[in-house]
């Protein structure tokens, strides 16, 4: 029998209103369902307003549950005698452009400020930045004395990951990772990201607007419309439901489109192909037979 994980981060039934009774309330949140498992990937997407950020910042404490239930660790963040800073260590959450947020000239004493924070003797704040920034792809040697802001964008945004991980969070949650990089930076990004699950084993929760990145990196996707989560399952459930996520106003993945219009024109391709890498295995395939 296939033993199933138990859930690391599960949310029931989520509501919030901000600014609930004034004449400027707004609900943000109608009733969400989320569950997120150790070791897993998992995409949140959704049209702008949708109430993606403000699912997130229950995530670690940031909002707390106004009716429903947010559970990380067995923790309920309902609970006001719950300790949220232990939440917050387990839970690492990364803003929209989070290299905005670094202050320190240096790389190494930027990522070791969280370290020191929570009281870690000096070999042990040596050893969380080390470790964080390797797991980002930044050698501690060669960036931890480098000048944080004359980086690259993409090297400033693995800073502001590495800051998050250096806490050694059981959970990372990335909100728009990617937005603002050039490509090169996003697949350095992306394979950070891989690196991160496969190496530390820790949940990754990113939230996207990009369908390619949520195919090439994600298991699971939960797609959050109105405030309510309307779709969820595979990469390959949520993506073949593309009438559905069409009225939501998304798409798929631009290699599905360019399968889906070749396949019109009676060419024979396979559908169903949702990353780069299959779309190539695919096109072989076609020219073998040629």
């Not at 995530?59 to 939440?87: A, E, F, I, K, Y």
């Not at 690259?152 to 959970?171: D, K, N, T, Y």
């Not at 559905?244 to 192909?273: C, F, H, I, Y």
Request: with cysteine.
């Amino acid at each position: 029998m296939t033993e199933i994980a138990i859930p690391i981060v599960e949310v029931r039934d989520l509501w919030h209103t901000y600014l609930a009774g004034t004449p400027l309330e707004s609900r943000a949140l109608s009733g969400v369902d989320f569950e997120l498992r150790q070791g897993e990937i998992a995409a949140i997407i959704g049209h702008t307003g949708s109430g993606k950020s403000t699912l997130v910042q229950h995530l670690n404490g940031l909002l707390r549950p106004q009716r429903g239930t947010v559970r990380v660790d067995g923790r309920d963040l309902g609970d006001p005698n719950v300790d949220l800073r232990g939440v917050r260590r387990r839970v690492g959450l990364v803003f929209q452009l989070p290299e905005q947020q670094l202050f320190d000239p240096t790389v190494g004493d930027d990522v070791a400020f969280g370290p020191r924070k929570l009281g870690c003797d000096r070999d042990e704040v040596r050893r969380r930045v080390r470790e964080a920034m390797e797991a980002v792809g930044l050698g501690f040697k060669d960036f931890k004395d480098r000048y944080t802001f004359g980086l690259s964008g993409g090297e400033m945004r693995r800073v502001a990951i590495a800051g998050v991980l250096a806490m050694e969070p059981r959970v990372l949650v990335l909100d728009e990772p990617t937005a603002g990089l050039d490509p090169l930076g996003r697949i350095e990004l992306l394979d950070s990201i891989l690196r991160l699950r496969d190496q530390r084993g820790i949940a990754i929760l990113f939230v996207s607007h990009n369908m390619e990145e949520v195919a090439e990196v994600a298991e699971r996707v939960w797609v959050i419309a109105g405030g309510r989560s309307v779709l969820s399952g595979s990469v390959r459930e949520v993506f073949r439901r593309r009438e559905e996520l069409k009225t939501l106003g998304l798409g798929v993945p631009q290699v599905t489109e360019l399968m889906e219009a070749l396949s019109a024109r009676s060419l024979d391709v396979p559908l169903g192909v949702f990353t780069l890498d299959e779309a190539e295995a695919a096109v072989w395939t076609i020219l073998r037979r040629e």
